[in-house]
DNA sequence: GCAAAAGTGTTCCAGATACACCCATGT
DNA sequence: ACATGGGTGTATCTGGAACACTTTTGC
């Protein structure tokens, strides 16, 4: 099988790995599984596995992350490829790694196939990690740190619809600060991104607010 | 040997490939090889190969280029990987995709190895190239181009020393527009990254230019 | 009527932009 | 002396930051 294609040479294993994100009880939070297998067995680690030889990366990406959580049809993107020589105790693995943003109302993982559990970890609480795990998780949330301000991709954490103050409270959690109200529907009205939806939600004991949705839900632009 | 990990299906041979990218000629231009074998025979495309199984991925970057182009010790970041089912005749190859900077005095490749010629091409006037080089090559200009104003990437194309006006051709020949001579110098000198060396450079019938160098040459930092 | 979140404009400041002249050299 | 690129400071503009009160609802 290994000369198939005329090249010879012993060939490293190919994976993808997603790490996987969403905010949750007012925490960004992190996707894992335990692993059922060796090697790290009962290890926590990102969803992932073997790329299928006629499977293209990103649809890797996508199965396995069906396949172990049953999440899908979320935002993906590629992070980084990972290659290190002594990365995987079974031999030579190289990973291409992904990174993933789930709205805060789909979130019900379920544990299937290889996995034993799915969980998630707010990100300054996560357990150790399998194979180089850590330094992608590391990675994944710099890269989205970077991408929030310069890019729409902080909507892809909404439900459909959301309020003004539900959006303000995600980017919130993400930069870690509080902000100014007006300030905020400004800028974020100013991307002409969103559109009221017309309707009015009402929550409690104060005036209702009005329900906005993404003008282009699958699409994150590049601002500034 | 395919079985030695342990993992038996059959695997995608991966390459790595690198678009590397100089000034030259006021204008910016990339190294392209011409390949003396099949597939895509006295095709250009960049130079890569296949990864050894006991090679680093970026080392493996570094090896290629080496040997195909007798570049080495420049600035090289690891880009993209590709893996579509057919972007290679010869079967699954997963490309990790680099790119790279050469000062515009360092830029003498000498073709080597498995490389008919080498030569330098300003990027609109591309032959066409092998694989899905074209795709690279452009996904590669477009991180330049994002990088160059939030990060001090652009510095990778001076040699060692440099007066501020070869820097502000850098710049506007990569910006494709010309730039105000005092509010640049402020800019530069703003970031803190150079120095004076303390030289004069006289060149020519007019005064002459302090000489800079990088305060940390190997560094590229995000500025802003 | 009171508590609680939604909604709304203006002033201020800092960083970017526009702009013109003198300096040192080679011929 | 003149042609050529090197070197310098100030006024203006613009986008971001700071800031407080009214509105609508549920209880």
């Known amino acids: 099988m290994c000369s198939q294609h005329g090249y010879q040479y012993p060939r490293p294993a190919v994976t993808t790995d997603v790490a996987v994100f969403t905010i949750r009880g007012q925490r960004l939070q992190l996707l894992l599984i335990q692993r059922a297998g060796e090697p790290y067995q009962n290890r926590w680690a990102l969803p992932g596995g073997f790329l299928d030889i006629n499977e293209d990366l990103e649809a890797c990406a996508k199965r396995e992350l069906a396949e172990e959580t049953g999440i899908s049809g979320v935002y993906l993107e590629q992070l980084y490829t990972f290659g290190s020589l002594n990365r995987d105790p079974r031999g030579r693995v190289i990973s291409v790694a992904y990174y993933a943003l789930v709205p805060s109302d789909r979130l019900q993982p379920k544990a299937a ?71 905020f529907r400004k800028k974020i009205l100013a991307l002409k991104e969103i559109e009221a939806v017309g309707e009015l939600r009402r929550t409690g004991n104060h005036r209702p607010a009005r329900v906005y949705q993404l003008k282009n839900p699958e699409r994150v632009d590049i601002i500034k």
């Not at 196939?113 to 998630?120: F, L, Y």
């Not at 795990?133 to 590391?138: D, F, L, R, S, Y």
């Not at 959301?162 to 959006?167: A, G, I, K, R, W």
């Open 113 to 183: 196939s290889d996995a034993a559990d799915v969980q998630w970890f707010a990100l300054d609480q996560l357990p150790p990690l399998a194979f180089d795990h850590q330094q992608i998780a590391a990675l994944a949330q710099r890269r989205l740190a970077a991408k929030l301000d310069y890019s729409t991709i902080a909507f892809q954490f909404m439900p459909k619809t959301f309020t003004l103050s539900e959006l303000q409270a995600v980017y919130e959690i993400l930069i870690n600060e509080r902000l100014d109200k007006r300030n």
